[in-house]
């Protein structure tokens, strides 16, 4: 089993900043995909930014150069870094993570946390 808690989130104001961290911990053997998707209020859940092992990452366009992810394979542990942040960035961001636990192959979810711009 794999567990993914997540900090950082909050309440910031626009043009503000805010730094997301999730952790993995559990019986992993290999992770492969980190990072962060979220969901406001009446809208999907959307990608925000996600890195591999190697570091490659996909960024959304609406968070590109704004945000931006990293990770620490040896922590196993995703940050993102949100810069600029604007009222449309609030929502609730999930952090994501797939690879290999004991169980076999899976993908895994973090609790939530809420980021909350003000205008």
């Known amino acids: 089993q794999v567990q993914l808690v997540e900090s950082g989130g909050g309440l910031v104001q626009t043009g503000g900043s805010l730094r997301l961290s999730c952790a993995a911990s559990?019986?992993?053997?290999?992770?492969?995909?980190m990072g962060w998707y979220r969901e406001a209020p009446r809208k999907q859940r959307e990608l925000v930014a996600t890195i591999t092992t190697g570091g490659s990452t996909v960024v959304a366009d609406s968070v590109k150069g704004r945000f931006t992810i990293r990770r620490d394979n040896a922590k196993n542990t995703a940050y993102l870094q949100m810069n600029s942040l604007k009222p449309e960035d609030t929502a609730v961001y999930y952090c994501?993570?797939?690879?290999?636990?004991?169980?076999?192959?899976?993908?895994?979810w973090g609790q939530g946390t809420q980021v909350t711009v003000s205008s």
């Open positions: 559990g019986s992993i053997f290999s992770i492969n995909v």
């Open positions: 994501y993570a797939d690879g290999r636990a004991d169980t076999g192959w899976g993908q895994y």
